[in-house]
Every structure is written in C-alpha cells, then in structure tokens.
C-alpha cells in the first residue's frame, strides 16, 4: 500500500493522559503504521506542547466539562480545531477514532474516510448496574452514534464484535475484527525472582500471585480477593500483590484486612515489569474483557495465567495449553490458583506456550497489516 497520512483522535496516549489499555494500544498501532512508513498524526489530551515521538505527531488539548459526558465533547471539538491546521497541503486519507470520547469529532468529520475502533462498550463495563444512570445512556447513546456514522468499524475480539452488533446494530459486513498486540520484549527481563519478593517482605520461595489493573467492578478484584481466602486456607504460604488503583480500592482492602494481600497502588512500569517477572501466577478475575492486554503482557513475561472464561480471554487462551479458563465465581478462580500453585511444574510451560502464542499471533506488525486492508475497504 502506498503511503498513507492517517489521523488518530483518542482521549489517552502511553506520552501524556493515561489511563488504561487503550493508551498503549492506540499508541502502538500509531507507531508500527510509522514503521510501516504511514504518517501518523495523533490528536488527545495533554498539557505539553505539540511532540513527535517514535516517528508519532502528537497534537494536545486541555479540555474542560462539568461531567465527562460535556469534558469529552469539549475535548473532541478541541480536535476537530487542531486536526483542521494539519489537514493541509495534503488531506488526511484515514481518520481513525477510539472508543466513544471522540465520537463527537467523528460527528464534525463524518464525510471523510472515518474508521472507528471499539475497544470496549459501556453496557460491558458497568453492565446494567447503571442503566438507569444518565451518563450511562449518553455513552452509550454516542457508541450507537458513532457506529452508525462511521464509514468503517473495528472491534478488538470477535466477542466485542458480537456485542456492537447485538446492541448497536451494526452491520456484520461493515465490522472488521483487529486484535491488540504487545511488544514481548518490553515485558520480559532477567530478574532475580527471589530479590524482588524480598522487597516487597516475602520469602523467595513463597508462591507469588499478582493481579494487575483498575480496581473496578469489570476487573473482578473483589472475586479475586474472596478466591484468595480459598486459596489460604489451603496454602498458607501464598503471598498476593495487588497493583492498580479505582473507586473500590478501600472496599477491598477492608475486605482483604485478614489477608496476605498488598495493595501497592500504581506503580510505574519499571516496577509492574519487575513484579510481572518474578511473580508465580497471573489472575485476570474479570467479570468482562473485551481483549485482555494483561494476557499478552503475562504471556510475553512467560508467565501463567489463571483468567475468566470471558470475552477476549476466552477466545485467546487455549485451555491448559497456555493457560486457565476459570469461572466468574471466587470458588472457580480460587480452584484455579490451587491447581497451580499444586503443579508448579506446569506453571513454567503454560508461560513457556502462551510466548509462543504472541510470537505467533500477536505481533503488532501483522495486525497493522490487517488495520490498513480495513483502510483500503473505507470509502467516502
């Protein structure tokens, strides 16, 4: 494909505002299209000035709103402005929106070749716990919108491409399914597995279990804690490092006041990699995952992982081959986590062939690839 000069507009980036997956995600899809000798402008949020960054332009906003609803129209139409200063000599060919913050860019440019991703839905978010709550029907009010809209749509998983069709009603035919990647080498390190659980005040053969992410209801910590009260009862010596932070954070560590749980908050990635590295198993307890970026990064650490039997994470890891597929009940995941902690020999292997699946699946190379035959199908 010849050169193409694509616009990005997404609320988070891994160079400024962070806040979840879709900021490495969004930003790593922004780069290997550099790689791939695209150019790439990247419209979000952020407080420094305008920067190229691995061959990335990045173009910042600082948006203001009294809820997140009218901070996400301000910031879109903040944008909008911005993109209209680069949109000359040479029109952008692509424009490609994530998630629904930007939907209301998309509105103002929905005569060119718009491309949006989901990379998640709110109704998979907060299922129908807020479904009477107002902003809950505005989000997903604008996901209805922007797929309808859009010349083009993207999904991270089928089972998310499964979900905007079943809700939002859009065409199986207009929805392509583009997976994350990783970079394995930025996850993977030679450590000393025993020095770092001495750090963190546990002895280097005491069975390590992490859990990384927001501590939200979609991520499940409060099944993960309740699992990890099965598990001691069992196995004494199991020692848990819970890394993240979110509004149920005070919730969990009353639950888990009892427990050989520590709660470390965010931590930067120098100190994620290092914990990734020298734990034992990895628990991903959600209640819903669209993909799953912390399978890949586990993957890459050579890591085995013990993960509900949903969405992204079901579809991707082949069960006792490369990992666990458990339940969404503490019971199933407690289970789960014995079984391993009880195999030690088949922890290593599961790490060792989940590696083996992101060499062989989950390269960004490949999937940009894949992003760019769904550009050449979007026309105005």
């Not at 490092?241 to 954070?249: E, F, P, S």
């Amino acid at each position: 494909m010849e050169s193409l000069k694509i616009a990005f507009f997404c609320w988070e980036s891994m160079y400024a505002e962070r806040v979840g997956g879709l900021a490495n995600a969004a930003t790593n899809l922004a780069e290997t299209l550099v790689k791939q000798q695209h150019e790439v402008h990247f419209f979000t949020r952020g407080t420094m000035p305008d920067q190229t960054v691995n061959g990335v332009h990045y173009h910042y906003c600082v948006p203001t709103g009294k809820n997140i609803v009218d901070y996400c129209n301000a910031m879109s139409t903040a944008m909008v402005n911005q993109f209209k200063k680069f949109d000359s000599p040479h029109k952008f060919d692509y424009l490609h929106f994530h998630d629904w913050h930007v939907v209301q860019a998309l509105h103002h440019l929905q005569d060119r070749n718009t491309i949006l991703t989901y990379h998640s839905t709110e109704y998979g978010r907060n299922g129908n716990q807020n479904g009477d709550w107002w902003e809950f029907k505005e989000i997903t009010g604008k996901e209805w919108y922007g797929g309808f809209i859009a010349k083009r749509v993207t999904a991270v998983s089928v089972t998310l491409k499964n979900e905007v069709m079943q809700l939002y009603n859009v065409p199986s035919d207009k929805c392509d399914v583009i997976p994350n990647g990783v970079v394995p080498r930025e996850y993977r390190t030679n450590i000393d597995p025993g020095e770092v659980k001495k750090a963190y005040g546990i002895h280097p053969y005491a069975p390590l279990v992490l859990f990384i992410g927001r501590l939200v209801y979609q991520k499940g910590p409060d099944l993960f804690i309740e699992a990890i009260r099965t598990v001691c009862r069992t196995h004494w010596d199991a020692k848990v490092i819970v890394a993240g932070d979110g509004g149920m954070r005070q919730l969990l560590q009353e639950q888990a006041r009892d427990l050989p749980v520590q709660f470390v908050g965010y931590i930067p990635d120098s100190e994620y990699i290092r914990l990734l590295n020298a734990a034992d198993i990895v628990v991903i307890p959600s209640r819903n995952e669209p993909f799953g970026l912390v399978l890949l990064e586990a993957w890459s650490a050579e890591k085995c992982v013990v993960a509900c039997n949903v969405g992204g994470l079901s579809e991707n890891i082949d069960a006792y081959v490369n990992g666990l597929k458990v339940e969404v009940n503490p019971e199933s995941i407690a289970g789960g986590i014995n079984t391993m902690i009880e195999e030690p020999w088949n922890v290593g292997a599961l790490g060792m062939w989940g590696r083996r699946k992101v060499d062989r699946v989950f390269l960004w190379g490949p999937i940009v690839k894949g992003l760019t035959d769904t550009y050449a199908r979007t026309t105005s």
